[in-house]
Protein backbone atom coordinates (compact mmCIF):
# COMPACT_ATOMS: atom_id res chain seq x y z
CA UNK A 1 0.00 0.00 0.00
CA UNK A 2 1.25 3.62 -0.76
CA UNK A 3 0.61 6.04 1.53
CA UNK A 4 1.33 9.91 0.88
CA UNK A 5 1.38 12.13 4.08
CA UNK A 6 1.78 15.99 4.00
CA UNK A 7 4.00 17.57 6.66
CA UNK A 8 4.14 20.72 6.19
CA UNK A 9 4.38 23.93 3.28
CA UNK A 10 7.95 24.36 2.07
CA UNK A 11 7.45 27.92 2.13
CA UNK A 12 5.23 29.20 5.66
CA UNK A 13 4.26 32.41 7.01
CA UNK A 14 5.09 35.90 5.35
CA UNK A 15 5.75 33.48 2.05
CA UNK A 16 1.49 32.80 1.89
CA UNK A 17 1.28 35.95 2.83
CA UNK A 18 3.53 36.98 -0.35
CA UNK A 19 1.43 34.42 -2.48
CA UNK A 20 -2.12 35.98 -1.87
CA UNK A 21 -0.59 39.10 -2.94
CA UNK A 22 1.09 37.85 -6.35
CA UNK A 23 -2.70 36.87 -6.99
CA UNK A 24 -4.37 40.17 -6.21
CA UNK A 25 -1.42 41.68 -8.07
CA UNK A 26 -2.27 39.35 -11.05
CA UNK A 27 -6.24 39.73 -11.03
CA UNK A 28 -5.41 43.82 -11.07
CA UNK A 29 -3.22 43.09 -14.12
CA UNK A 30 -5.24 40.74 -15.88
CA UNK A 31 -7.91 43.32 -15.52
CA UNK A 32 -5.27 46.30 -17.35
CA UNK A 33 -4.12 43.58 -19.85
CA UNK A 34 -1.01 43.15 -18.58
CA UNK A 35 0.26 39.98 -19.85
CA UNK A 36 3.41 39.56 -19.28
CA UNK A 37 3.05 41.16 -15.19
CA UNK A 38 -0.42 38.58 -15.03
CA UNK A 39 1.47 35.44 -16.01
CA UNK A 40 4.57 36.30 -13.51
CA UNK A 41 2.55 36.86 -10.91
CA UNK A 42 0.46 34.10 -11.52
CA UNK A 43 3.38 31.79 -11.36
CA UNK A 44 5.41 33.17 -8.41
CA UNK A 45 1.67 32.60 -6.72
CA UNK A 46 1.40 29.38 -7.60
CA UNK A 47 4.88 28.31 -6.80
CA UNK A 48 4.35 29.72 -3.15
CA UNK A 49 1.08 28.43 -2.41
CA UNK A 50 1.58 25.62 -4.14
CA UNK A 51 4.85 23.96 -3.08
CA UNK A 52 5.14 21.49 0.40
CA UNK A 53 7.27 18.60 1.43
CA UNK A 54 5.95 15.41 2.81
CA UNK A 55 6.90 11.79 2.69
CA UNK A 56 5.82 8.99 0.56
CA UNK A 57 5.87 5.32 2.04
CA UNK A 58 5.52 2.07 0.12
CA UNK A 59 4.57 -0.56 2.60
CA UNK A 60 4.73 -3.40 0.07
CA UNK A 61 8.46 -2.59 -0.58
CA UNK A 62 9.42 -1.70 2.33
CA UNK A 63 10.53 2.16 1.22
CA UNK A 64 9.71 5.51 1.67
CA UNK A 65 11.07 8.83 0.31
CA UNK A 66 10.99 12.24 1.93
CA UNK A 67 9.68 14.55 -0.74
CA UNK A 68 9.57 18.37 -1.90
CA UNK A 69 6.64 19.07 -4.69
CA UNK A 70 7.00 21.86 -6.25
CA UNK A 71 4.04 24.12 -7.89
CA UNK A 72 1.95 21.43 -6.39
CA UNK A 73 2.95 19.35 -9.55
CA UNK A 74 6.44 18.27 -9.67
CA UNK A 75 7.78 15.28 -6.79
CA UNK A 76 11.44 15.16 -6.28
CA UNK A 77 12.92 12.84 -4.08
CA UNK A 78 14.94 9.34 -3.60
CA UNK A 79 13.15 5.59 -2.03
CA UNK A 80 15.24 4.82 0.51
CA UNK A 81 14.88 1.24 2.50
CA UNK A 82 12.79 1.41 5.74
CA UNK A 83 14.98 -0.69 7.55
CA UNK A 84 17.04 1.87 7.19
CA UNK A 85 15.71 2.97 10.77
CA UNK A 86 15.01 0.67 13.73
CA UNK A 87 11.72 2.37 14.93
CA UNK A 88 9.02 4.74 15.08
CA UNK A 89 8.18 6.98 17.89
CA UNK A 90 6.04 9.88 18.74
CA UNK A 91 7.13 13.44 19.37
CA UNK A 92 5.08 16.29 21.04
CA UNK A 93 6.36 19.78 18.94
CA UNK A 94 5.59 23.41 20.09
CA UNK A 95 5.01 25.65 17.66
CA UNK A 96 5.42 29.35 17.81
CA UNK A 97 4.96 32.28 15.90
CA UNK A 98 5.65 35.70 16.65
CA UNK A 99 5.30 39.31 15.61
CA UNK A 100 7.15 42.19 16.54
CA UNK A 101 5.59 45.73 16.17
CA UNK A 102 7.55 48.61 15.91
CA UNK A 103 6.74 49.47 19.58
CA UNK A 104 8.55 46.29 20.79
CA UNK A 105 5.70 44.61 21.67
CA UNK A 106 6.03 41.00 20.77
CA UNK A 107 2.50 39.13 20.37
CA UNK A 108 2.71 35.42 19.63
CA UNK A 109 0.67 32.28 19.29
CA UNK A 110 1.31 28.57 19.98
CA UNK A 111 0.10 25.85 18.09
CA UNK A 112 0.55 22.38 19.87
CA UNK A 113 1.33 19.35 16.73
CA UNK A 114 2.00 15.60 17.03
CA UNK A 115 4.47 13.76 14.77
CA UNK A 116 5.81 10.28 13.99
CA UNK A 117 9.12 10.32 13.27
CA UNK A 118 11.78 6.88 11.80
CA UNK A 119 13.99 6.90 14.72
CA UNK A 120 17.71 6.31 13.37
CA UNK A 121 20.32 3.85 15.25
CA UNK A 122 21.56 6.62 17.66
CA UNK A 123 17.89 5.79 19.06
CA UNK A 124 16.89 9.74 18.17
CA UNK A 125 13.76 10.97 15.50
CA UNK A 126 15.40 11.04 12.48
CA UNK A 127 12.46 11.81 9.73
CA UNK A 128 8.74 12.59 10.13
CA UNK A 129 6.76 10.71 8.24
CA UNK A 130 3.32 11.69 9.61
CA UNK A 131 1.59 15.03 11.40
CA UNK A 132 -1.03 15.14 13.22
CA UNK A 133 -2.88 17.43 15.56
CA UNK A 134 -4.08 15.42 18.61
CA UNK A 135 -2.30 12.93 20.30
CA UNK A 136 -4.82 10.45 20.37
CA UNK A 137 -4.26 10.23 16.40
CA UNK A 138 -0.56 10.43 16.50
CA UNK A 139 -1.23 7.43 18.90
CA UNK A 140 -3.00 5.79 15.96
CA UNK A 141 -1.44 6.39 12.77
CA UNK A 142 1.81 5.25 14.66
CA UNK A 143 0.61 1.97 15.49
CA UNK A 144 -0.94 1.73 12.20
CA UNK A 145 2.46 1.97 10.42
CA UNK A 146 4.21 0.09 12.93
CA UNK A 147 1.79 -2.73 11.72
CA UNK A 148 2.40 -2.44 8.57
CA UNK A 149 6.06 -1.86 8.34
CA UNK A 150 6.78 -4.50 10.70
CA UNK A 151 8.79 -1.75 13.08
CA UNK A 152 8.61 -1.53 17.04
CA UNK A 153 7.62 1.78 18.68
CA UNK A 154 10.18 3.47 20.40
CA UNK A 155 9.16 5.78 23.49
CA UNK A 156 10.99 8.63 23.94
CA UNK A 157 10.91 12.29 25.69
CA UNK A 158 11.86 14.60 22.48
CA UNK A 159 9.82 17.71 22.77
CA UNK A 160 10.88 19.96 20.01
CA UNK A 161 10.54 23.49 19.68
CA UNK A 162 9.78 25.35 17.24
CA UNK A 163 10.03 28.52 16.76
CA UNK A 164 9.31 30.65 13.57
CA UNK A 165 9.78 34.37 14.16
CA UNK A 166 7.41 36.34 12.00
CA UNK A 167 8.88 39.79 11.04
Known amino acids: MLVANKISRTLEGPY ?18 AWIVFGT ?3 LAWFLLGSYSGVEIDSEKQQFRSYNMWFGLIKTGKWKPVNKYIGLTLV ?7 VNSQSN ?9 FRVYFVNHKKRPAIAVKKCKTHDEAQKCMDELAIWLHLPVFSTKHSLHAAKPFL
Open 16 to 33: RFMGLAFIIIAAMSLYEQ
Open 105 to 113: RSTSSRKKE
Open 92 to 98: SMNKVFS
Open 41 to 43: NVI
